[in-house]
């Protein structure tokens, strides 16, 4: 039997609207974002038992887990700066909008939730739904509504945290839009509102704590401003990849404590921008070409649903581990580390494909292409992310 190779086009072919122009670095930066958030998640459950206490692995997973989660702010960067552009030109019905951000979000979401849910009651040792049928009912819909996250509530699936974020500023941009009437405002001046809200955060949660990184998403904000106020001028070439590894080395210099994380917090919120300015600006350049590679866009067209499943394949991966290869300090152990991605990569994307085809572009992506916002933009739907 052949395999009709026609059923992957909606991964494989771009979704732009006539006489729009496209930019495949945006889901480039996704699946790039997704391929280190899956290698730090095939290395959670070792870090006390199978990584050595010293040597080159143990020196790289420390590495890793220390700058890894700026891959989920390039999430977070990506879709403020694209639910910005299509809510700042024209108010939007707010209820009408929102729908469309919930049969975005939810559909995918509901079917992975119910898996997990039949899952904790299979597997009762590795449940985190409370015994008592009345907390439990409890955790279940606080989970439904995504309040893990922006609130300090377990998730039932650990990387729903980051869908609370969005849904955070789904609800939160809107309302501040209208609210606060910041389409007639001028772009200078919604520019310094946004700078200052984002050094009032940082201030607060260097005393306090706090879901800080909902700030990430304002990056994505003052770089479309700054893009409307007319700036226009290429970074040097290359410079986007040249900021990763500054990036990565100053994150690292950070000590780890409220003071140190807040610098850490600024630290990638300002490398996210020059680094999408790059991309945009010089859309033949090189790191546009990086992140343009055709693999990384087609991961980034299934970004979403593939940020939901890996995290079930990684975690069965992990306990079969432990459970048939226990740790034993030496090159075995070395071995895991560093093979285990390779081993689940596989079954990781088929699963997402699963999840892609029978459920995300059945019930959540439009029927019919969307037209990009002004300036020229790329025509991606304003809520694919994965962190």
């Given at each position: 039997?052949?395999?009709?190779?026609?059923?992957?086009?909606?991964?494989?072919?771009?979704?732009?609207?006539?006489?729009?122009?496209?930019?495949?670095?945006?889901?480039?930066?996704?699946?790039?974002?997704?391929?280190?958030?899956?290698?730090?998640?095939?290395?959670?459950?070792?870090?006390?038992?199978?990584?050595?206490?010293?040597?080159?692995?143990?020196?790289?997973?420390?590495?890793?887990?220390?700058?890894?989660?700026?891959?989920?702010?390039?999430?977070?960067?990506?879709?403020?700066?694209?639910?910005?552009?299509?809510?700042?030109?024209?108010?939007?019905?707010?209820?009408?909008?929102?729908?469309?951000?919930?049969?975005?979000?939810?559909?995918?979401?509901?079917?992975?939730?119910?898996?997990?849910?039949?899952?904790?009651?299979?597997?009762?040792?590795?449940?985190?739904?409370?015994?008592?049928?009345?907390?439990?009912?409890?955790?279940?819909?606080?989970?439904?509504?995504?309040?893990?996250?922006?609130?300090?509530?377990?998730?039932?699936?650990?990387?729903?945290?980051?869908?609370?974020?969005?849904?955070?500023?789904?609800?939160?941009?809107?309302?501040?839009?209208?609210?606060?009437?910041?389409?007639?405002?001028?772009?200078?001046?919604?520019?310094?509102?946004?700078?200052?809200?984002?050094?009032?955060?940082?201030?607060?949660?260097?005393?306090?704590?706090?879901?800080?990184?909902?700030?990430?998403?304002?990056?994505?904000?003052?770089?479309?401003?700054?893009?409307?106020?007319?700036?226009?001028?290429?970074?040097?070439?290359?410079?986007?990849?040249?900021?990763?590894?500054?990036?990565?080395?100053?994150?690292?210099?950070?000590?780890?404590?409220?003071?140190?994380?807040?610098?850490?917090?600024?630290?990638?919120?300002?490398?996210?921008?020059?680094?999408?300015?790059?991309?945009?600006?010089?859309p033949e350049g090189l790191t546009a070409h990086f992140f343009s590679w055709q693999p990384f866009v087609w991961w980034g067209n299934i970004s979403y649903s593939y940020f939901l499943t890996h995290g079930l394949v990684t975690k069965a991966a992990g306990v079969l581990v432990i459970a048939l290869l226990p740790p034993t300090q030496g090159w075995r152990d070395v071995l895991i580390i560093w093979g285990l991605p390779v081993v689940t990569f596989i079954p990781t994307v088929l699963f997402?494909?699963?999840?892609?085809?029978?459920?995300?572009?059945?019930?959540?992506?439009?029927?019919?292409?969307?037209?990009?916002?002004?300036?020229?933009?790329?025509?991606?739907?304003?809520?694919?992310?994965?962190?």
């Open positions: 039997m052949k395999l009709d190779l026609s059923l992957f086009n909606p991964i494989v072919q771009p979704n732009v609207a006539p006489g729009k122009k496209y930019f495949p670095f945006i889901q480039g930066m996704r699946g790039f974002a997704m391929l280190i958030i899956f290698i730090g998640h095939n290395y959670t459950q070792f870090l006390t038992t199978h990584v050595p206490p010293s040597g080159v692995t143990h020196e790289w997973v420390d590495f890793y887990y220390t700058t890894a989660p700026a891959a989920v702010d390039l999430f977070f960067f990506i879709s403020g700066y694209l639910s910005y552009a299509s809510l700042i030109k024209r108010p939007i019905p707010f209820f009408s909008y929102l729908a469309r951000r919930v049969r975005r979000l939810y559909p995918p979401y509901f079917a992975i939730f119910a898996l997990y849910v039949v899952l904790s009651l299979l597997f009762p040792a590795f449940s985190k739904i409370p015994d008592s049928a009345g907390r439990a009912v409890i955790y279940l819909v606080q989970n439904m509504l995504l309040l893990p996250g922006v609130f300090n509530i377990p998730p039932l699936i650990s990387v729903a945290w980051i869908m609370s974020y969005e849904l955070f500023w789904i609800l939160a941009l809107p309302l501040l839009l209208d609210g606060l009437r910041m389409r007639a405002w001028q772009p200078r001046q919604r520019l310094l509102f946004w700078v200052t809200v984002t050094l009032t955060a940082l201030l607060l949660y260097s005393q306090l704590g706090g879901p800080i990184r909902l700030i990430m998403f304002i990056a994505g904000f003052i770089t479309y401003e700054l893009l409307t106020m007319g700036y226009r001028k290429p970074l040097p070439k290359g410079s986007g990849l040249a900021i990763i590894p500054i990036m990565c080395t100053l994150i690292v210099l950070t000590p780890i404590n409220l003071v140190g994380l807040t610098w850490r917090m600024l630290i990638i919120f300002i490398s996210l921008i020059p680094l999408f300015l790059d991309c945009f600006l010089s997402a494909l699963l999840l892609y085809f029978g459920v995300e572009l059945r019930f959540s992506l439009p029927p019919k292409l969307q037209s990009s916002p002004h300036p020229e933009r790329p025509t991606i739907s304003t809520t694919d992310s994965a962190s």
